[in-house]
């Protein structure tokens, strides 16, 4: 696959469509045409019926992602007006990240750090070597965060370990990550992509129209109760019990047999 930067890596390898930083020789900082190349991907990985994982990993083994590129940020990050127009920019990618229908995962190896650790969150699972670390160093550098981002890490880990990220600015190993739930899993490095593609073979065997029903039940949850769509919750459901999978699933159980979904 061509991919729109090539800082961004695009592959497709069965069911798993993966996402790579390619950024390597500054452990994979993103780069505004990073943040630009991010929507692109994921749109075509969703239209492909064949991925039903998405998996997010950095190039290399010493970093998910170390943050964004500070080197862009005089040009880029200096006055309200270039700051205003790369936190639009990076929105878009992350709302893609959020809101694709198919399950994603973050595959975490070395440093995940700032912008890093946002993008992380973004996806609905994030599985990390042992080795890996975290830190969100904004209070070292001045920045504020956007209220969307801070709210993610809070919903997530808690308010407590939110305030404790951000005062700090230090580094949590992947077992304090583990701990405080930023994490779902943390193992050997030496496992961590064998284990990851073995997660993916288990997802993709499953009904793709109940686990988009899932996430999208789960984002409405997270809103405030004013902004919850009652209507568009019981309607993921309906689709559901409206689909030739369901029937699949049913006749599967009763002839004791592996279901083959197909996302209908």
């Not at 020789?25 to 991010?38: K, T």
């Not at 920019?89 to 992350?94: F, R, S, T």
């Not at 305030?163 to 943390?186: D, P, Q, V, W, Y």
Request: charged fraction near 25%.
């Amino acid at each position: 696959m061509i991919s729109p930067s090539e800082r961004m890596i695009a592959e497709k390898d069965g069911a798993i469509g993966w996402m790579i930083f390619n950024n390597p020789e500054r452990r994979n900082a993103l780069s505004l045409d990073m943040w630009q190349a991010m929507p692109v991907i994921l749109e075509d990985f969703e239209r492909d019926g064949a991925v039903r994982v998405v998996v997010l990993k950095g190039a290399g083994d010493k970093a998910f992602i170390s943050g964004a590129d500070i080197s862009q940020f005089e040009q880029q990050r200096s006055s309200p007006e270039t700051i205003a127009q790369y936190d639009a920019i990076a929105e878009v990618a992350n709302a893609k990240l959020q809101q694709i229908r198919k399950p994603t995962i973050a595959m975490i190896r070395g440093f995940c750090i700032g912008g890093g650790v946002g993008v992380a969150l973004q996806c609905d699972l994030r599985i990390a070597a042992d080795n890996a670390r975290f830190g969100v160093p904004a209070a070292r550098l001045g920045l504020g965060y956007r209220w969307a981002g801070v709210k993610k890490l809070a919903d997530l880990v808690g308010p407590s370990f939110a305030k404790e990220i951000f005062f700090t600015a230090r580094h949590f190993s992947a077992a304090e990550a583990l701990a405080m739930g930023l994490i779902n899993r943390a193992l050997p490095e030496a496992e961590l992509e064998s284990y990851v593609r073995d997660y993916c073979a288990l997802i993709a065997e499953n009904a793709p129209l109940t686990m988009e029903a899932v996430k999208g039940v789960v984002s409405e949850l997270a809103k405030p109760g004013a902004e919850f769509d009652r209507a568009h919750c019981e309607a993921l459901v309906a689709r559901c019990f409206a689909s030739r999978d369901y029937i699949e699933g049913r006749r599967a159980f009763m002839e004791k047999r592996k279901p083959a979904f197909t996302g209908s």
